[in-house]
Every structure is written in structure tokens, then in C-alpha cells.
């Protein structure tokens, strides 16, 4: 049974940047893409971007000039990192699997828990 | 971007009621259509993708149809367990845009 699990701050100050790693269990990370998604407090889901596990990557473009999704896959991890926060990075990111392989499906069958990141001071 | 528009935003239904949720595209994206249920404090599940294939564990009683712009997701006979929120997304083009959600409460 593979199990994603994300790990980081739970608060990041303003201007600073976010980085969070997401650990999966159970599988390998390769031959898999995977995908950062948020749900900001009260609003929906965000799709944040992916990363093949070559290292190939695509982001939201509301986003991109701050993303950086990043594959270790001799650690079986995959990391982001988003810079100049503001409040309104606020909400619960996840790290998930596109269950297609080697060709991008765009779905997600295996989620991590989530985890809150509040930007405050 | 492609915008995806859920309707309703919520809903009040009892066990055993058939129910659909409708989700239109701000254009087409084919049948690259995906469903999740969400419940309070747990990440989204995948219910349906494609439009209309239904995920490995998934309950029968959960379908989608529809392709274009226009899709839903019915709930054959609501059991208990099924009161949530329910999200849909487009994987058709990036970047890959969920509904707001619609909200199936108990009646």
C-alpha cells in the first residue's frame, strides 16, 4: 500500500519561503508523476504543479515564478519550495500520485494527509 | 484557464435518494473529467476518472457521464457514508482546475 506523507513548517513568515517535503512509502517514486495540490481556508483546490521522477516538471502559471518541485529518488521524496509567501499562501498542501506512469493522467490516487501551512508574523 | 463550475454548491438528500451533481467546463475538455469526495480533515478521494471509470474500490453506486462541458457525477442510493463534499477536475489542459465543490449534506 503505498503512503505519502507531508513534512515541514507549520508557519512561515511573510516574504520567507515555504519548503515542504513529501515522503512516500510502500512504492518507489519512480517511474510515477507527482503533484503538489492546496486548499486554501474557505476557497478550492489548487493544483500546484508536478514533477516526473526524472525530473521532468510543469507548474500553474499563477504560480510558477515562485515554485520549485524537486525529485530525490534515491531518498523516495519529492519537495517544494514556494517564495515570497503572503498570507494568501495560507491553507492545507498535499502531495499526491498520478497513478498513470510514464504518461500524465492528470488524476490522483494516492493523497497524503495534508499538511496546514499558515503565513503569519 | 479553464473554469469549472459546480452545481448545486450544496445539497440536502436523504439515505437511500438517487443524486446528481453537475459540473459544466468554460470549454471542452473532452472526457479528461475526474470526481473526489472530501470529507472534514481528510485529503480528497478518487472517485471517478475519465468521465466515467470508476476507481479500484469505488462503490458501483458512484457513475459519471458526460464529455464536453458538461458532466456529472450520480450517486445511485445514498448510504450514510456518503455525506461529504465532492470536487470535480479537468486534466485536460494546464493548469488542471477543480470545481468550488458541492456540499451533500443530510436532509
Known amino acids: 500500500q503505498v503512503q505519502l506523507r507531508e513534512s515541514g513548517p507549520g508557519l512561515v513568515e511573510p516574504s520567507e519561503t515555504l519548503s515542504l517535503t513529501c515522503s512516500v512509502s510502500g512504492g518507489s517514486i519512480s517511474s510515477y508523476y507527482w503533484s503538489w495540490i492546496r486548499h486554501p481556508p474557505g476557497k478550492g483546490l489548487e493544483w500546484i504543479g508536478y514533477?516526473?521522477?526524472?525530473?521532468?516538471?510543469n507548474y500553474n502559471p499563477s504560480l510558477k515564478s515562485r515554485v520549485t518541485i524537486s525529485v530525490d529518488t534515491s531518498k523516495n521524496q519529492f519537495s517544494l519550495t514556494l517564495t515570497s509567501v503572503t498570507a494568501a499562501d495560507t491553507a492545507v498542501y498535499y502531495c499526491?500520485?498520478?497513478?498513470?506512469?510514464?504518461?500524465?493522467?492528470?488524476?490522483?490516487?494516492?493523497w497524503g494527509p495534508g499538511t496546514l501551512v499558515t503565513v503569519s508574523s | 484557464d479553464i473554469q469549472m463550475t459546480q452545481s448545486p454548491s450544496s445539497l440536502s438528500a436523504s439515505v437511500g435518494d438517487r443524486v446528481t451533481i453537475t459540473c459544466r467546463a468554460s470549454q471542452s475538455t473532452s472526457s479528461y473529467l475526474n470526481w473526489y469526495q472530501q470529507k472534514p480533515g481528510k485529503a480528497p478521494k478518487l472517485l471517478i476518472y475519465?468521465?466515467?471509470s470508476l476507481q479500484s474500490g469505488v462503490p458501483s453506486r458512484f457513475s459519471g457521464s458526460g464529455s464536453g462541458t458538461d458532466f456529472t457525477l450520480t450517486i445511485s442510493s445514498l448510504q450514510p457514508e456518503d455525506f461529504a463534499t465532492y470536487y470535480c477536475?479537468?486534466?485536460?489542459?494546464?493548469?488542471?482546475?477543480f470545481g468550488q465543490g458541492t456540499r451533500l449534506e443530510i436532509k
Open positions: 475519465a468521465a466515467s
Open positions: 514533477i516526473f521522477y526524472t525530473g521532468s516538471s
Open positions: 499526491a500520485r498520478d497513478p498513470t506512469g510514464a504518461t500524465w493522467g492528470g488524476y490522483f490516487d494516492y
Open positions: 477536475q479537468q486534466t485536460y489542459s494546464a493548469p488542471f482546475t
